[in-house]
């Protein structure tokens, strides 16, 4: 069952306790009652969807491709959409914006490659480009305030965990 039928059932179960203490309404009453529990669940419906899709599913752990010591992750929701980066040694997260996806299919593995921009106290800081093929996934950042660009590589050994991706944080 998934969350949106569990929610729409602990709802209607509230609802029908509510309606049994209840006993003095008339009907007409209980089928307004029930007209607005419909708009409440289908209101409540897309405002929970985008809870979950600010949770995070799984984590990418990446190292600098030439200084093995600069690490980071990023969180996905279960989408497979960016939700945050922290590097290694930083005390707090850094949110992610989604701008756009190219989805390329050839080769060996189809190539998605999605944009973000890295938002600092409500400001654009960077980009992120962020790669995947395969079992191979690539983050290339470019600051805004010089547009250096850093490149990271997935490191498999943090973040496969039983065929999967990382379900916590890497550090």
């Not at 050839?106 to 944009?115: C, E, L, N, V």
Request: neutral net charge; hydrophobic residues 35%.
């Amino acid at each position: 069952m998934n969350m949106r039928t569990t929610y729409a059932l602990t709802l209607l179960c509230l609802f029908a306790i509510v309606s049994c203490a209840d006993k003095k309404k008339n009907t007409e009453v209980k089928e307004t009652k029930v007209t607005s529990l419909d708009t409440i669940v289908k209101n409540d419906s897309s405002a929970l969807e985008n809870e979950l899709n600010a949770i995070p599913h799984h984590y990418i752990c990446y190292t600098h491709d030439d200084d093995t010591s600069l690490q980071l992750f990023i969180a996905f929701n279960a989408s497979s959409n960016a939700l945050f980066v922290k590097y290694k040694g930083q005390k707090d997260s850094i949110p992610l914006i989604n701008v756009k996806e190219d989805f390329q299919n050839g080769g060996a593995y189809p190539t998605i490659t999605q944009f973000y921009d890295e938002m600092l106290a409500g400001e654009k800081n960077g980009t992120y480009e962020l790669t995947h093929s395969g079992n191979w996934d690539y983050a290339k950042y470019t600051r805004k305030k010089d547009g250096k660009i850093f490149r990271f590589t997935i490191n498999h050994e943090l973040t496969i965990q039983k065929d999967n991706y990382r379900l916590t944080p890497c550090f």
